[in-house]
Nanobody, 124 residues
Framework: QVTLVESGGGLVQAGGSLRLSCAASGRTFSNYVVGWFRQAPGKEREFVAFIRWNPGNTYYSDSVKGRFTISKDTAKNAVYLQMNSLNSEDTAVYYC?????????????????WGQGTQVTVSS
């Protein structure tokens, strides 16, 4: 059983930065795909980014490409989401998710494990 815990959310001014963390316990992330999703009030959950633990390739949604960076720390069994140039449209609860053998990792229904979410609020 994999337990995911997100942290790092908070309140930030537009143009600022935050780094979210997703720590896993129970199993290592090797052979997993780890994704970040977000859900704004009144909206459906949307894909943000994913990383394939091996070989480490990444992919981003168009809305965050060039501003967000997903990375991993093998020693800490953690995944990070560095978010720069934040704007009000980035306000949401951010979730990390993990799963294996996912061929369409931009679809949230393909993940087996989810964290509890962390709130990110960007003030204008």
């Amino acid at each position: 059983q994999v337990t995911l815990v997100e942290s790092g959310g908070g309140l930030v001014q537009a143009g600022g930065s935050l780094r979210l963390s997703c720590a896993a316990s129970g199993r290592t992330f090797s052979n997993y795909v780890v994704g970040w999703f977000r859900q704004a009030p009144g909206k459906e959950r949307e894909f943000v980014a994913f990383i394939r633990w091996n070989p480490g390739n990444t992919y981003y949604s168009d809305s965050v490409k060039g501003r967000f960076t997903i990375s991993k720390d093998t020693a800490k069994n953690a995944v990070y989401l560095q978010m720069n140039s934040l704007n009000s449209e980035d306000t949401a609860v951010y979730y990390c998710a993990a799963g294996v053998a996912i061929t369409t990792p931009w679809k949230d229904g393909k993940y087996d494990h989810w964290g509890q979410g962390t709130q990110v609020t960007v003030s204008s």
